[in-house]
């Protein structure tokens, strides 16, 4: 009987101690986004779609020599510059935005597969390219 009464303030404690855990973390991952959004002022549409092209140069290159570690690395660095500024792209071209985001979730996944399928990598690469050259002309 005496255990029946101290399962329930068990319960309650260990709920609130992991809520606690939980609200540590978040607030941690808050603040790298409060950076972000003002580095996002600092390049602009047509700057950061320049730099997202130039990875996907770098990754069509690297793609061809068959090195899925820099593969990968592209993937993320990709991820990383369209951070940058898709809150603005998002803002003036919705449409746009969703045409960007297809393509690069496919290289993101696909670049963390291995083996690499080259085919469908390259596929979205191109993809995303041309779509990055309307971003590029966006105002």
Known sequence: ??????????I?????????CGTKEETKKEAPKTEETSNSKAVSIADGAQDMKQVLADMKTQLTAKDAAKVKDS?????????????????KSPDLYEKVETPLHTIEA??????????????????????????????
């Open 12 to 20: 309650l404690a260990t709920s609130l101690t992991l809520a606690a």
């Open 1 to 10: 009987m005496r255990s029946k009464k101290l399962i329930v303030p068990i």
């Open 75 to 91: 993937g993320e660095e990709l991820e990383e510059k369209w951070q940058v500024f898709e809150d603005s792209v998002k803002e």
């Open 110 to 139: 696909g670049a963390k597969v291995e083996p690499l399928d080259a085919k469908t990598l390259d596929k979205a690469a191109t993809e995303l390219d041309g779509v990055l050259t309307e971003v590029q002309n966006l105002k």
